[in-house]
């Protein structure tokens, strides 16, 4: 898998490594991109909470959001295209720590798999987020990985009571305030895709996916206002998904730094087609039929005195008076998708053009979910235990339903928590989470499905 969402063969990616920089977040991006489509919701933004970070980037009428260059670490980028991701460092292995000023932090340092979490018995003692949902009773001993993994509570309890008794303060008043915190973190790298370009995140579907992201999903979707959430099945295993719905792909790129003013016809013409007979015998000597290949062209620039570039799609074929008007309503229109306004009467500057060539390959095909012959959700109802929610004191009692017996059409008021194998998905009260007939937890905030 490619930064810019593309499977290649293992031989071309060795020239050139770097393209696989996001590889694994931008497969769960594509994964979402597909089911998306598959559903008919056109609008993602996709919510990637794994065990060190969490990954979100913005799906606008099916269409993915690029960027020319990703900030790796302070100062230090990469210039290839590649799908838009926001990352944070807030996952479940993320540690909570108290800074110089007294103040409680979270991430970005993380506990990782070894020795991971204090709860997971392999030698951490500092207190992580999936410590502190242990304590607030959000995950549960007995359930991790399908009952795979004991987790232990009291050793969870003891690393979060060091914050506890900086602070003087009350265990789960500290474990809620861990989530509160990477929640306020998480929400900001949302911002970085929306509201900070214009996008209002109102209009959008949160997809959340990762093993982390369902225990915290509810909370920073009624914090945003977001009104819909989507959680597919497997969410643990979903970018592993979206690799399967992947196709081949080729990117050529070609420098220009002109105006698109004074480019030819010709000129652009010409450019595009030698990238075309450049990425099409790549695609061949991977095995691939030229004549089944997709070809995509795009136009990377920018208006007269800015400072970074736009990507835009650009029409097939020879450009003529009509294509290029296409072209430059294009660049226009992407614009004012990405970043809330259009100047159509400022120049053009093409940086560069480039070419993207898909190979297609054979897509997954979702499965039915079965419908429930006799019984009710009661079939589903593991047991009621106590959970510490948001905005409450002390523990309230939460029904925790398993995810493989629930059926088409279940629904499920908040406060609940559905508990599967890779994850935990936590609904609060006023959340109405409705089964779809591919499994999928269709969860609205305000109690309407």
């Known amino acids: 898998m490619q930064s810019h969402g593309g499977l290649v063969e293992s031989e071309i990616i ?16 594509l994964g979402a991109q597909f089911l998306g489509t598959a559903l008919g919701v056109d609008n993602l933004l996709t919510f990637d909470m794994g065990g060190t970070s969490t990954d ?26 590649m799908v838009e991701i926001n990352s944070v460092g807030q996952g479940g292995g993320s540690i909570a720590w108290i800074d110089a000023a007294g103040a409680l932090r979270v991430g970005p340092r993380s506990a990782g798999a070894y020795p991971g979490p204090a ?36 050793a969870a309890g003891a690393a979060l009571g060091t914050v506890a008794d ?17 929640n306020a973190n998480m929400m900001e790298a949302i911002r970085g895709v929306t509201i900070y370009k214009g996008i209002d995140p109102r209009e959008y579907t949160l997809l ?44 050529a790129t070609r420098p220009v730094v002109r105006q698109l003013g004074v480019l030819s016809d010709s000129e652009l013409t010409e450019a595009f087609a030698e990238l075309e007979r450049e990425g099409l015998a790549l695609l ?37 008076e009509t294509r290029r008007a296409e072209l430059e309503e294009e660049f226009h229109a992407t614009h004012e998708r990405l970043w809330a306004f259009r100047a159509d009467d400022l120049p053009i500057v093409v940086v560069n053009v480039r070419v993207s060539i898909l190979g297609p390959v ?25 959970v510490r929610l948001p905005q409450a004191n002390g523990r309230g009692e939460v029904p925790f339903y398993d995810r493989a017996r629930l059926r088409v059409d ?40």
């Open 14 to 29: 060795k020239t050139v490594p770097v393209s696989t920089l996001m590889s694994g977040p931008v497969a769960g991006v």
């Open 56 to 81: 979100v980037s913005a799906i606008t009428a099916g269409e993915l959001t690029y960027a020319k260059r990703h900030q790796i670490e302070w100062d230090i980028y990469s210039v290839l295209p």
């Open 119 to 154: 709860c997971y018995r392999r030698g951490g003692t500092e207190p992580t987020i999936t410590d502190s949902n242990l304590v607030r009773g959000v995950l549960q001993t007995d359930t991790f990985v399908g009952g795979e993994i004991e987790l232990d509570e009291d």
């Open 166 to 182: 900086a602070f003087g303060g009350d265990l789960l008043d500290v474990a809620q305030g861990i989530y509160d915190i990477a």
């Open 208 to 251: 959340s996916f990762g093993s982390a992201g369902g225990q915290h999903i509810s909370a920073i979707a009624g914090e945003l206002g977001i009104r819909q959430i989507l959680v597919p099945q497997l969410p643990g295993a979903f970018s592993a998904f979206g690799l399967i719905c992947s196709d081949l792909k080729f990117d």
């Open 284 to 320: 061949e000597a991977q095995g691939i039929d030229p004549a089944q290949a997709l070809v995509q062209r795009w136009l990377e620039g920018h208006y007269v005195g800015q400072t970074w570039e736009t990507v835009a799609k650009a029409p097939p074929g020879v450009l003529d």
């Open 362 to 386: 054979e897509k997954p095909r979702l499965a039915d979910l079965p419908t429930r012959e006799g019984g009710g959700l009661e079939d589903a109802l593991m047991f009621e235990r106590a």
């Open 410 to 449: 279940d629904v499920i008021e908040g406060p609940a928590a559905v508990v599967e194998t890779t994850s935990t998905t936590l609904l609060l009260p006023g959340d109405a989470c409705r089964v779809d007939r591919h499994g999928n937890l269709r969860i609205a905030k305000g109690g309407t499905v």
